[in-house]
């Protein structure tokens, strides 16, 4: 089946940059999305990549290499807001993305 | 605009009892999700479907039920609570996510089996 891996916490300061790394396994795939779930709340969508390379979208960038197996969520300009996890989700083994496989996360949290 | 709503937001159930989770989306997507959550855990794929009268098993769906009968509904059948069931209960749709379209999830509902 799908593997989906994330480090279980991070640290990192008000204005830094954090980059959150995330591992796959899949054949066929279909791309790789990253939702933050804020405590207590539901998950929301942050960004998509199907295609190599990095896509940016103001403070948060996420980067994809599908021959590796390896995505990144680039935060810059940490502000207190961002303290959250941050879900890694791709397409079940076989790469049908009717279905998504969630990492369990990985917590964020942002100190002054 | 209402999106994903999830009703209700909190229950307590007695061990052996049953009920439904209601899940109710306005944005005309075909595909809906249940997932549970678990304290300090990832999302886990309980049901899905693609279309109303089309459902379909993900990665936890023993113990549960579900039915599409219209494209508006999807609701979740607990037959026979059991304190493994307690978690967070979410529900979200989509458009195709083939084509890199995000999942809309509703607020969750909370759900401790005693």
């Known amino acids: 089946g799908q593997n989906i891996d994330q480090p279980t916490e991070m640290t990192a300061t008000e204005g830094a940059i954090v980059q959150i790394n995330c591992t796959y396994q899949?054949?066929?795939?279909?791309?790789l999305f990253w939702y933050q779930q804020h405590a207590g709340e539901a998950p929301t969508f942050l960004s998509y990549?199907?295609?190599?390379g990095l896509e940016e979208k103001g403070r948060f960038s996420s980067f994809l290499s599908r021959s590796k197996g390896y995505s990144y969520l680039l935060l810059k300009e940490l502000q207190m807001k961002d303290s959250a996890s941050y879900l890694c989700?791709?397409?079940?083994?076989?790469?049908?993305?009717?279905?998504?496989?969630f990492g369990t996360g990985t917590l964020l949290a942002v100190q002054p | 605009n209402a999106g994903v709503t999830q009703t209700p937001k909190f229950r307590i159930l007695k061990i052996g009892q049953s009920m439904t989770l209601q899940c109710a989306q306005d944005?005309?997507?075909?595909?809906m999700y249940w997932y549970r959550q678990d304290p300090g855990m990832g999302l886990k794929l309980i049901y899905y479907?693609?279309?109303?009268?089309?459902?379909d098993k993900g990665e936890v769906p023993n113990g549960y039920n579900v039915s599409r009968s219209t494209t508006e509904d999807f609701p979740l059948r607990l037959e026979l609570a059991a304190p493994s069931q307690t978690s967070v209960y979410f529900c979200?749709?989509?458009?195709?996510?083939?084509?890199?379209?995000?999942?809309?999830f509703g607020d969750g509902t909370r759900l401790s089996i005693l």
């Open positions: 979200a749709s989509s458009y195709p996510p083939r084509a890199g379209q995000p999942q809309h």
């Open positions: 899949t054949s066929g795939f279909n791309g």
């Open positions: 990549n199907v295609l190599d």
């Open positions: 989700a791709g397409p079940t083994y076989g790469g049908a993305t009717n279905k998504l496989i």
């Open positions: 944005m005309n997507h075909n595909y």
């Open positions: 479907s693609v279309g109303a009268g089309i459902t």
